[in-house]
């Protein structure tokens, strides 16, 4: 189970951290990432981290805005984003699988609006 939260309203310019509470698998041996949804659009991947944290992919359009990171003692995956536009208003999921929606919790929306 994937459980996220952290999402909401937020002005341009704003900062959330988002989290995902995992249970019902070895969270500590999945590679984990984010991915969201805007509106009438496709899921676009945004991150994704290494079984120990140390290796952090990100999507261009969020590089060096976005950090995501995890602790593997809680089981719980993180998305901390910053300097967020209104283009990041979207549905922000955890995933297991970035390909398969199968393996995303429920997501946590974030909207970024003046």
């Known amino acids: 189970q994937l459980v996220e939260s952290g999402g909401g309203l937020v002005q341009p310019g704003g900062s959330l951290r988002l989290s995902c509470a995992t249970s019902g698998f070895i969270f500590s041996r999945f590679e984990m990432s984010w991915v969201r949804q805007a509106p009438g659009k496709g899921p676009e991947w945004v991150s994704s981290?290494?079984?120990?944290?140390?290796?952090?992919y990100y999507a261009a359009s969020v590089e060096g805005r976005f950090t995501v990171s995890r602790d593997n003692a809680k089981n719980t995956l993180y998305l901390q984003v910053n300097s967020l536009k209104p283009e990041n208003t979207a549905l922000y999921y955890c995933a297991r699988d970035p390909e398969n929606s199968n393996y995303w919790g429920q997501g946590t929306q974030v909207t970024v609006s003046s």
């Open positions: 981290i290494s079984t120990d944290g140390r290796s952090a």
